[in-house]
């Protein structure tokens, strides 16, 4: 069955320190993975896919398929990354798409 | 250009009564979806549409209907509001092939 896991609801990290934020898939198949963000008083928006390969506001995630992993990072975290998180995937060549329950980031001052 | 566009943006319900939430994009795109956030549970599936006329069940259907009649139209009923419907409710939908959702803004409905 298709499942992600972001096993941290909360995580606080203070401002220029360094940020994971962890997601975990199960998936038989060959999965797209993305990350969304939801900042305080907007509407859920795509930060990054892993097809992209690209580095959105500092942040990176790497698809780890032997680990089934996609975790989201950034080396040096600003206040402006304080949000809720999700990671989410789909099957390819599919269009339903699973999230995970969210982690909510704050960075503090 | 406004993306997707749902309506209302707030509702406080009383049980037993009735409502549809309505959500439109304008972006031409085939496949549209309904979710409901609640807190440590993220974003479940709710019903989901792949085109005009067509709709399928998703996560947690129970208690809701949908219709797609229009492409640019995805409606979301409740029958008979119960408190554990009250939630977050989200709107999204993509084009074809590996792209993104794109998400409303969210209804908040409360039933007492």
């Known amino acids: 069955a298709q499942r992600v896991t972001q096993p941290e609801k909360l995580l606080s990290v203070f401002k220029g320190a360094p940020v994971e934020l962890k997601c975990n898939y199960s998936y038989s198949g060959s999965p797209e993975l993305f990350w969304y963000v939801q900042y305080s008083r907007q509407r859920l928006q795509l930060l990054l896919r892993?097809?992209s390969r690209e580095s959105i506001k500092g942040f990176t995630a790497d698809l780890n398929k032997g680990e089934t992993s996609f975790h989201l990072k950034k080396p040096f975290a600003q206040e402006e990354d304080s949000a809720m998180y999700y990671c989410?995937?789909?099957?390819?060549?599919?269009?339903?798409?699973?999230f995970g329950a969210g982690t909510r980031l704050f960075v503090k001052a | 250009n406004a993306g997707v566009t749902q309506t209302p943006k707030f509702r406080v319900l009383k049980t037993g009564q009735s409502m549809t939430l309505l959500c439109a994009q304008d972006m031409n795109h085939e496949y549209m979806y309904w979710y409901r956030q609640d807190p440590g549970m993220g974003l479940r599936l709710i019903h989901y549409s792949v085109g005009e006329g067509t709709t399928a069940k998703g996560e947690v259907p129970d208690g809701y209907n949908v219709s797609r009649l229009k492409k640019q139209n995805f409606l979301l009923g409740l029958e008979s509001a119960a408190p554990s419907q009250t939630s977050v409710y989200f709107c999204a939908s993509h084009g074809e092939g590996a792209q993104p959702q794109h998400f409303g803004d969210g209804t908040r409905l409360s039933i007492l």
């Open positions: 989410a995937l789909r099957g390819t060549g599919g269009f339903k798409t699973i």
């Open positions: 892993h097809i």
